[in-house]
């Protein structure tokens, strides 16, 4: 060995690991949300409602600008907080479906929508289960599609979810953690289960490009690939 060899240390090899959550508490920190989205957020926990986190919303914006975002479908509208980080993401003229079950969820999105001056003609509110809306959608018209609903129904979802994207486009999956179950091989929990197939649906198929991101309570993000044009 040489006298000049470099010590393996942490430090000498830029190695330094790095507490998670350390890191989680900066990226949702470093996120300043708006008027209209801390409105939002109060009438979500007035609700109830399930919400994303201020640094899940600014990926999904980040994805939905990456990819141009002219149509979005999202399951689980909740108070509208996602629906607003999406729209700010996408095509000035791009329109969000979004799907939820309940009433009051969507009055206060549309409420959300309003106050961030987001005129009603870029958004599509469904009323209704997503197992019986999704089917009902377009083939590959969606250029992201975002769902978060219940963990036991990602396979469904998913499965829909990538027949709607068209080449070139994002799907995002939340809470691919299964709340953090996922991790433990031997959970049998059924939300765990759920997620897993979820996540061996999206690795199984070789036209997508996946990662786990690790914010909130987890996304699994994938981007399907864009076919070449094909030549004369």
């Not at 393996?8 to 090899?13: D, G, I, P």
């Not at 350390?22 to 919400?51: C, H, K, M, Q, T």
């Not at 939905?64 to 607003?84: C, D, F, P, W, Y």
């Not at 649906?201 to 993000?221: M, N």
Request: aromatic share 2%.
């Amino acid at each position: 060995m040489s006298d000049h060899s470099v010590p393996a240390n942490s430090e000498a090899t830029g190695s330094a690991t790095i507490d998670p959550t350390v890191l989680s508490r900066y990226a949702e920190a470093a996120i300043v949300e708006d008027e209209a989205l801390r409105l939002a957020r109060e009438r979500s926990d007035e609700l109830g409602a399930p919400a994303i986190t201020p640094a899940v919303g600014a990926t999904l914006s980040l994805l939905a600008r990456l990819v141009n975002a002219k149509a979005v479908v999202e399951v689980g509208t909740g108070a509208g907080i996602s629906g607003l980080w999406l729209l700010n993401g996408m095509r000035a003229e791009g329109v969000l479906t979004t799907i939820d079950s309940e009433a009051e969820h969507h009055r206060a999105a549309k409420l959300a929508f309003s106050t961030a001056g987001i005129g009603p003609s870029r958004t599509r509110l469904i009323n209704g289960r997503a197992a019986e809306v999704l089917p009902r959608l377009s083939d590959a018209g969606y250029d992201l599609v975002f769902i978060d609903g219940a963990v036991t129904d990602q396979p469904r979802f998913v499965a829909e979810g990538l027949r709607l994207l068209r080449d070139g486009g994002v799907l995002v999956v939340h809470n691919a953690s299964a709340d953090g179950t996922v991790a433990d091989p031997a959970s049998t929990d059924p939300a765990a289960l759920a997620a897993r197939e979820a996540a061996l649906l999206i690795a199984d198929d070789d036209s997508l490009l996946p990662v786990v991101i690790p914010l909130g309570r987890g996304l699994l993000a994938a981007a399907k690939a864009q076919l070449e044009p094909e030549t004369a």
